[in-house]
């Protein structure tokens, strides 16, 4: 029978659990930032803030002004736009713009004045190097894994001339265009020298695996990346499903990378919303289980975009040791659903899973990102532990911190090395 905790022991638990989760540095494992050689590439700063494509989504809501229009202004008048419909005339009670909120005030900053130009007068003044490290600090952020896309017309250049790492960024290969778009991929991949055909044949297959040598090898990548439709279908007579099997999966077992599928994102719901514009269907998450049970030998990485998803997920992780869980990804990074998620995980697939990532596209956003994750993590691990010492298993300090690193990365970490 379990037994009842005395009060000190509840708090003396819940303390721990809380440091620990809030000291235990992550290793930030799917973000869209970039390594500071790529300059202007990595945002950051009040007005990119702002105009993050969550706060366009819950500005229109507000406002009357038509998309095109609004696409057409500057930058600043976007962001002092969204500032006015979400912070002056509504209470800035969403998720993103509590997040904003949260980052003014980490960085000692007055949101309070309401004073949008005293506050973009601050971030004008910082260095950007350190304000790199300043935000990593705050977050307790120590690797940032970047989204790197050798069909990217804006980062290639940097990858072919090559620069010196910052070794706080590491790469991952994105290939949505390879899979998704495969007739307007080949004639790219053909064009820079690999002998591809529209229709597969020749050395097709052979050729898109050394392509993906190639730009494994020039970012040192950490694994392969695609975000995927509800309506992915595996195995299936599409293009996507033949790449995965001629090119994708032979190219990640000879390199023993993982394949990471974010799955359930429905591309331009609303195209006029540019990038504010996807949505959410559920998907077939048989597809994954084909994955898993007829690639042994392959890895795999994944989130879905669903709430509806998130137990079946945890249930295929649960038959199959090449899935790796990782992230409350987008519409799901949200406090209801991450506490929800994070405990179903908890109770379905104990610590083999990665709690979360920020998906950060602006630098600043790890502190909010990670600050809210982190309360909620606590709060959710702490009740978990209680359970435990009420059955006379107490979990010690070092266990905890164990237990945490796990999740803040090192489970990752160690999936990947296997
Ligand atoms: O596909 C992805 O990596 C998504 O995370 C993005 O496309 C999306 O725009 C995003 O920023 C979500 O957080
Ligand atoms: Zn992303």
């Known amino acids: 029978m379990s037994s009842i905790l005395p009060d000190a022991k509840r708090e003396a638990i819940a303390a721990v659990v809380s440091q620990t989760v809030r000291e235990t540095s992550v290793y930030d494992i799917h973000t869209h930032l970039y390594d500071p050689a790529f300059g202007e590439l990595l945002l950051w700063g009040i007005d990119d803030q702002l105009v993050y494509h969550y706060l366009v989504a819950e500005a229109f809501r507000h406002f009357d002004i038509g998309f095109e229009a609004f696409w057409r202004l500057a930058r600043e008048e976007q962001a002092q736009m969204i500032w006015d419909a979400l912070f002056v005339e509504n209470s800035p009670i969403s998720e993103a713009c509590r997040g904003v909120l949260t980052v003014l005030n980490r960085l000692g900053l007055d949101a309070n004045q309401r004073d949008l130009p005293s506050i973009r007068k601050w971030f004008a003044e910082q260095d950007s190097g350190d304000y790199i490290t300043r935000c990593m600090d705050l977050a307790k952020v120590r690797t940032i894994c970047m989204t790197n896309s050798p069909f990217d017309e804006l980062e290639t250049p940097k990858w072919n001339a090559g620069f010196e790492r910052d070794e706080r960024f590491t790469s991952a290969l994105r290939i949505d265009p390879l899979l998704l778009e495969w007739d307007t ?92 514009g996807d949505g959410v269907g559920k998907p077939d998450l048989a597809s994954l289980e084909n994955l898993c049970s007829g ?64 998906d950060a596209r602006v630098l600043d956003q790890i502190i909010y990102k990670w600050d809210h994750s ?34 803040f990365g090192g489970s990752f970490q160690r999936f990947l090395s296997r």
């Not at 975000?227 to 499903?241: G, I, N, V």
């Open 295 to 358: 690639h042994p030998d392959n890895k795999f990485l994944c989130t879905v975009l669903s709430r509806e998803s998130q137990h079946e997920l945890c249930v295929i992780a649960r038959k199959f040791r090449n899935l790796h869980v990782f992230g409350c990804w987008w519409f799901t990074n949200i406090p209801s659903v991450i506490e929800e998620m994070t405990r179903m995980r908890l109770d379905l697939i104990g610590m083999s899973f990665t709690a979360q990532h920020s």
């Open 185 to 276: 991929a080949a004639p790219r991949l053909a064009g820079a020298g690999y002998e591809v055909q529209a229709d597969f044949s020749g050395r097709t297959m052979e050729e898109v695996q050394r392509f993906l040598r190639d730009w494994a090898k020039r970012m040192d990548v950490l694994y392969v990346m695609v975000s995927l439709p509800p309506a992915f279908e595996y195995p299936a007579d599409t293009q996507c499903s033949r790449l995965i099997d001629g090119a994708i999966l032979p190219f990640c077992r000879e390199s023993g990378l993982p394949f990471a599928l974010m799955i359930g994102v429905k591309r331009g719901v609303n195209a006029a919303l540019q990038l504010a």
């Open 374 to 407: 982190r309360e909620i993590i606590a709060k959710v691990l702490t009740e978990k532990y209680l359970n435990l010492a009420a059955t006379g298993w107490e979990p010690s300090g070092v266990e905890i911190q164990r237990d945490v690193e796990g999740l």
